[in-house]
């Protein structure tokens, strides 16, 4: 036995019995919501707000005792929620062969026989909870069943949604007691008291109602409809009553089949069918969601909005709750009486129901971001963490005049576990390298490393590293951290093109990197157990602090620095060992903004900051760095056409007194545009600030002096900071 | 669900045919057409001269019951894991790339130790 509750509407108390929906409960009670019902979630006449959430239909919600439902005015949009739901929605996937949206009678039969085929099948009917809200191309049916959005991945989407009852528009048509006659049916069969009915057009299935002849002019009424007024034979009849049913005919749901157009979405039954276009009124409200009237209409059709899609967007018809359920036969009879073209039906944009931001961000996942082995340390050392490349890396620690004193005077540790580390091997490396970069490879030796640029095919500068050799056919590339995961598709493609035979793994996120930098690195290093500290550009297997390392003698800063490539499970020990062994040699890590300081006073650029994407090495002045009489290599056909064309511009160093400008900052130079500063930083150890820059030529030449803002930089040869390289050599 | 663990592999990046007959005592889950990741190895021959063959510290792994991770993956995963009693697998799960490896009700998920912490935050 069904049984019986309150629930709040309004602040009154309301009946229900078990199963009603609360438009039931609320119609039961003797209160029908304004405007024309269609009891089947079509239309936006019977919004409410229910236990906070706004834009529900009651129509659609089943009763439950203690719901606080708030109706919504007809023609006034939902407040937005008060109290802010942080709870998250539960997100889930299915696997299905077909989804059948509707369960309706075509939506049970076409389920019925395609499980009888043996497919597997899941239906969608939103009066039983689980409701389609959206489809995507896969085919994917977007969901929310039971309070959970679900992805229903499948082959095949049957859309059965049936056809929505035409609403008529005439005046006291927003009035209460207006009803299609298929909510008239179900509602008196739900008990309601629909007092003495009148039937325009058909008598409502089930229903005691007197069916008059005629067409429907307006209903009237204080509130509630009290007479219906219609036209017979050229006279106005007019017919008291309490409700009055309009058959008007119906009009296909299908927004949710146009919504993909690759043929993996069919449509079945009346939603199918070609649908009735009404009579265009004389005037009224069409869109009754963006109240969107005839004369709204006109006013834009008058200045060439001709067509269904530019009165949408002039009008925004079709685009509220109901998505243009309700308007849409209106708005094609309304074209079609103008005398305009009508065009077959748009595509339809998801979603085709409300949803709420928790609704639409369920089971999102932000992009990770990798953290190094040593990221709780860098934390621990009240580093300030950023997002860089992909990782999180520590920007300062937070002591800069620290950091940057540790490199120059005595020792200081970075993390570089970031940068790319691509090892190649095969018998084909040496000829495989030789044409990927610009510098000759066949030539380093083993143990020896050499700086490289990579090209891209037009020439400009992709990313740069170290080449360095291990035996005859093993070499271990190093890339920017950036650059990393592209570098690694890059050498792999080329591998591919060029049929070398050769291996690529990337050991990026499998190797731990510590830079060890500072005039007193090597002290600190032989203290840690490294014996035989190689020379500048040099690299070899050495243990460190009992680790083994692969330990590359090279230099970014500009002093003397050793990388220790190392396990990542060895990464916290190596470096709390460095830091305990460096304590009394003033040591201190490094963050980023240091090193960019660092790295621009030796005038080493950063690719992607320094560079744009036609930087080629001549324009960087970095020349020396391709062999173009080595034969061919990747950007070496654009290197030699791009090499005839006058030079326009160079990445230069310029010097300026006071504080650096922001990078961007632009450059003149005799009054008109000259460049753009790309990097800038104030030198502790100049005492000036020093910036890379483009600069325009003149005469093929680079001004000595152009203008920084208000200020005059000077032109200065790099690297600013010790342009014989000997700190780094030591 | 407890923390992600480094795990012991052997990585070896070699030919495709190569790949495909590593000899080990450790359990090779091929990861693309030229690597595998070797668990638990103390053995392993690889048939070709130019294969790269390191210990690796690069992936971590949970380890799970079957329904547990077919209720992760029903909830995170928009791919279907395979029906069969034991399987190797990869894929996005949770905006993480995961390798499965399911061996009748057990079930290993292996991420990258980069992002064992989100891995951890995810599960």
Redesign the interface.
């Given at each position: 036995m069904a049984r019986s509750a309150q629930l709040q509407v309004d602040g009154s108390s309301v009946d229900y019995t078990e199963g009603d929906s609360v438009l039931v409960a609320l119609a039961r009670s003797g209160a029908l919501p304004p405007g024309c019902l269609c009891n089947a979630g079509d239309c936006p006449n019977c919004l409410a707000t229910i236990d906070g959430q706004p834009h529900q239909r009651m129509c659609q919600t089943t009763a439950m005792v203690g719901m606080d439902v708030t109706t919504t005015p007809v023609h006034v949009y939902p407040p937005l929620p008060q109290a802010r739901d942080r709870s998250e929605t539960p997100r889930s996937n299915r696997h299905t062969d077909v989804v059948v949206i509707g369960g309706g009678e075509s939506g049970r039969d076409e389920s019925t026989r395609l499980e009888a085929s043996g497919r597997s099948v899941v239906v969608l009917e939103a009066r039983e909870g689980s409701e389609a809200l959206a489809v995507y191309r896969g085919p994917e049916v977007i969901a929310r069943i039971g309070g959970e959005i679900v992805r229903l991945h499948c082959n095949e989407v049957v859309v059965a949604t049936g056809a929505a009852e035409i609403h008529p528009v005439v005046p006291g048509a927003d009035l209460s007691g207006v009803l299609t006659p298929r909510a008239a049916a179900e509602l008196a069969r739900a008990g309601v008291d629909l007092g003495r009915v009148i039937g325009i057009g058909s008598a409502p299935e089930g229903v005691e109602c007197d069916l008059v002849e005629g067409a429907l002019v307006r209903i009237e009424g204080d509130g509630r409809v009290s007479t219906v007024v219609v036209e017979v034979g050229g006279e106005e009849r007019r017919i008291p009553c309490d409700t009055v049913a309009v058959d008007l005919g119906s009009y296909p749901r299908d927004l949710l089949a146009r919504m993909v157009d690759d043929g993996s979405v069919r449509v079945i039954g009346d939603a199918s069918a070609p649908g009735t276009i009404p009579a265009c009124p004389p005037a009224g409200t069409l869109c009754p969601c963006s109240g969107v009237t005839v004369e709204d209409l006109d006013f834009v059709w008058d200045r060439g909005f001709d067509e269904i899609e530019l009165l949408k967007r002039a009008t925004l018809a079709g685009t509220g709750t109901c998505q243009g359920v309700v308007c849409t036969p209106y708005l094609r009879s309304y074209v079609q009486s103008r005398g305009g073209e009508l065009r077959p039906t748009f595509t339809a944009r998801p979603l085709a129901r409300q949803l709420t931001i928790g609704e639409a961000a369920a089971g999102f996942r932000l992009p990770p971001i990798h953290r190094t082995a040593l990221d709780a340390v860098h934390r621990r050392l009240g580093a300030r963490m950023d997002r860089i490349g992909g990782w999180f890396r520590p920007w300062v620690y937070p002591d800069t005049d620290r950091e940057y004193w540790a490199v120059r005077e005595a020792v200081s540790l970075g993390d570089v576990s970031t940068l790319g580390k691509l090892v190649v091997r095969g018998p084909d490396a040496v000829e495989f390298l030789e044409k990927l970069y610009p510098c000759r490879v066949a030539d380093i030796q083993p143990g020896r490393s050499r700086y490289a640029l990579l090209l891209a095919e037009t020439g400009g500068l992709m990313d740069d590293g170290l080449i360095s050799r291990v035996d005859e056919t093993t070499f271990n590339l190093t890339f920017t951290s950036g650059g990393a995961s592209h570098a690694e598709a890059w050498v792999r493609d080329w591998a591919h093109a060029f049929g070398a035979d050769v291996r690529v793994m990337d050991r990026t996120p499998s190797l731990g990197a510590i830079n060890v930098t500072g005039p007193r690195a090597t002290e600190l290093l032989e203290r840690a157990g490294l014996d035989e500290p190689m020379r500048f550009m040099q690299h070899g297997q050495r243990s460190v602090g009992g680790v083994p390392c692969h330990v590359y003698r090279l230099s970014f800063t500009g002093e003397t620095s050793y990388e220790l490539h190392h396990p990542l499970r060895h990464s916290v020990d190596l470096w709390n060992r460095l830091m305990e062994l460096g304590a009394d040699l003033g040591i201190a890590p490094h963050g980023l903004q240091t090193l960019q300081t660092l790295r621009l006073e030796k005038g080493h650029i950063i690719i992607g900051m320094d560079t744009e994407p036609d930087s080629t090495p001549r324009r960087l002045r970095m020349d020396w760095a391709v062999k173009m009489d080595k034969g061919d290599f990747v950007g070496r056909a654009a290197l030699a056409r791009t090499d005839r064309i006058p030079l326009r511009k160079l990445l230069v160093g310029l010097q300026i007194d006071g504080a650096p400008p922001i990078d961007g900052t632009p450059i003149f130079h005799q009054g008109q545009i000259a460049g753009y500063v790309t990097s800038a930083a104030w030198s502790p150890v100049l005492e000036t600030s020093v910036m890379l820059a483009w600069v325009d030529l003149v005469g093929g030449e680079v001004p000595d002096e152009v203008t920084v803002g208000d200020r005059t930089a000077r032109h200065v040869p790099t690297p600013f900071y010790d342009p014989e390289g000997a700190r780094a050599r030591a | 669900m407890p923390a992600p663990e480094?795990l012991d592999v052997i990585?070896v990046?070699?030919?495709p045919a190569a790949i495909a007959s590593i000899s080990s005592d450790g359990v090779v889950l091929q990861i693309a057409p030229?690597?595998a990741i070797i668990l638990d190895a103390t053995d392993v021959v690889v048939e070709?001269e130019?294969?790269?063959t390191?210990?690796?510290?690069?992936f971590v792994g949970v380890e799970m019951t079957r329904d547990r991770l077919e209720e992760w993956?029903?909830?995170?995963?928009?791919?279907?894991l395979p029906d069969l009693v034991s399987y190797f697998t990869q894929g996005m799960v949770?905006?993480?790339p995961i390798k499965i490896w399911v061996n009748g009700d057990r079930a290993l998920v292996i991420g990258?130790?980069?992002?064992?912490?989100?891995l951890e935050e995810?599960l």
């Amino acid at each position: 036995m069904a049984r019986s509750a309150q629930l709040q509407v309004d602040g009154s108390s309301v009946d229900y019995t078990e199963g009603d929906s609360v438009l039931v409960a609320l119609a039961r009670s003797g209160a029908l919501p304004p405007g024309c019902l269609c009891n089947a979630g079509d239309c936006p006449n019977c919004l409410a707000t229910i236990d906070g959430q706004p834009h529900q239909r009651m129509c659609q919600t089943t009763a439950m005792v203690g719901m606080d439902v708030t109706t919504t005015p007809v023609h006034v949009y939902p407040p937005l929620p008060q109290a802010r739901d942080r709870s998250e929605t539960p997100r889930s996937n299915r696997h299905t062969d077909v989804v059948v949206i509707g369960g309706g009678e075509s939506g049970r039969d076409e389920s019925t026989r395609l499980e009888a085929s043996g497919r597997s099948v899941v239906v969608l009917e939103a009066r039983e909870g689980s409701e389609a809200l959206a489809v995507y191309r896969g085919p994917e049916v977007i969901a929310r069943i039971g309070g959970e959005i679900v992805r229903l991945h499948c082959n095949e989407v049957v859309v059965a949604t049936g056809a929505a009852e035409i609403h008529p528009v005439v005046p006291g048509a927003d009035l209460s007691g207006v009803l299609t006659p298929r909510a008239a049916a179900e509602l008196a069969r739900a008990g309601v008291d629909l007092g003495r009915v009148i039937g325009i057009g058909s008598a409502p299935e089930g229903v005691e109602c007197d069916l008059v002849e005629g067409a429907l002019v307006r209903i009237e009424g204080d509130g509630r409809v009290s007479t219906v007024v219609v036209e017979v034979g050229g006279e106005e009849r007019r017919i008291p009553c309490d409700t009055v049913a309009v058959d008007l005919g119906s009009y296909p749901r299908d927004l949710l089949a146009r919504m993909v157009d690759d043929g993996s979405v069919r449509v079945i039954g009346d939603a199918s069918a070609p649908g009735t276009i009404p009579a265009c009124p004389p005037a009224g409200t069409l869109c009754p969601c963006s109240g969107v009237t005839v004369e709204d209409l006109d006013f834009v059709w008058d200045r060439g909005f001709d067509e269904i899609e530019l009165l949408k967007r002039a009008t925004l018809a079709g685009t509220g709750t109901c998505q243009g359920v309700v308007c849409t036969p209106y708005l094609r009879s309304y074209v079609q009486s103008r005398g305009g073209e009508l065009r077959p039906t748009f595509t339809a944009r998801p979603l085709a129901r409300q949803l709420t931001i928790g609704e639409a961000a369920a089971g999102f996942r932000l992009p990770p971001i990798h953290r190094t082995a040593l990221d709780a340390v860098h934390r621990r050392l009240g580093a300030r963490m950023d997002r860089i490349g992909g990782w999180f890396r520590p920007w300062v620690y937070p002591d800069t005049d620290r950091e940057y004193w540790a490199v120059r005077e005595a020792v200081s540790l970075g993390d570089v576990s970031t940068l790319g580390k691509l090892v190649v091997r095969g018998p084909d490396a040496v000829e495989f390298l030789e044409k990927l970069y610009p510098c000759r490879v066949a030539d380093i030796q083993p143990g020896r490393s050499r700086y490289a640029l990579l090209l891209a095919e037009t020439g400009g500068l992709m990313d740069d590293g170290l080449i360095s050799r291990v035996d005859e056919t093993t070499f271990n590339l190093t890339f920017t951290s950036g650059g990393a995961s592209h570098a690694e598709a890059w050498v792999r493609d080329w591998a591919h093109a060029f049929g070398a035979d050769v291996r690529v793994m990337d050991r990026t996120p499998s190797l731990g990197a510590i830079n060890v930098t500072g005039p007193r690195a090597t002290e600190l290093l032989e203290r840690a157990g490294l014996d035989e500290p190689m020379r500048f550009m040099q690299h070899g297997q050495r243990s460190v602090g009992g680790v083994p390392c692969h330990v590359y003698r090279l230099s970014f800063t500009g002093e003397t620095s050793y990388e220790l490539h190392h396990p990542l499970r060895h990464s916290v020990d190596l470096w709390n060992r460095l830091m305990e062994l460096g304590a009394d040699l003033g040591i201190a890590p490094h963050g980023l903004q240091t090193l960019q300081t660092l790295r621009l006073e030796k005038g080493h650029i950063i690719i992607g900051m320094d560079t744009e994407p036609d930087s080629t090495p001549r324009r960087l002045r970095m020349d020396w760095a391709v062999k173009m009489d080595k034969g061919d290599f990747v950007g070496r056909a654009a290197l030699a056409r791009t090499d005839r064309i006058p030079l326009r511009k160079l990445l230069v160093g310029l010097q300026i007194d006071g504080a650096p400008p922001i990078d961007g900052t632009p450059i003149f130079h005799q009054g008109q545009i000259a460049g753009y500063v790309t990097s800038a930083a104030w030198s502790p150890v100049l005492e000036t600030s020093v910036m890379l820059a483009w600069v325009d030529l003149v005469g093929g030449e680079v001004p000595d002096e152009v203008t920084v803002g208000d200020r005059t930089a000077r032109h200065v040869p790099t690297p600013f900071y010790d342009p014989e390289g000997a700190r780094a050599r030591a | 669900m407890p923390a992600p663990e480094m795990l012991d592999v052997i990585r070896v990046v070699a030919a495709p045919a190569a790949i495909a007959s590593i000899s080990s005592d450790g359990v090779v889950l091929q990861i693309a057409p030229d690597e595998a990741i070797i668990l638990d190895a103390t053995d392993v021959v690889v048939e070709d001269e130019a294969a790269i063959t390191v210990p690796d510290d690069g992936f971590v792994g949970v380890e799970m019951t079957r329904d547990r991770l077919e209720e992760w993956c029903r909830r995170e995963a928009e791919w279907e894991l395979p029906d069969l009693v034991s399987y190797f697998t990869q894929g996005m799960v949770a905006g993480l790339p995961i390798k499965i490896w399911v061996n009748g009700d057990r079930a290993l998920v292996i991420g990258r130790t980069s992002l064992a912490r989100d891995l951890e935050e995810r599960l």
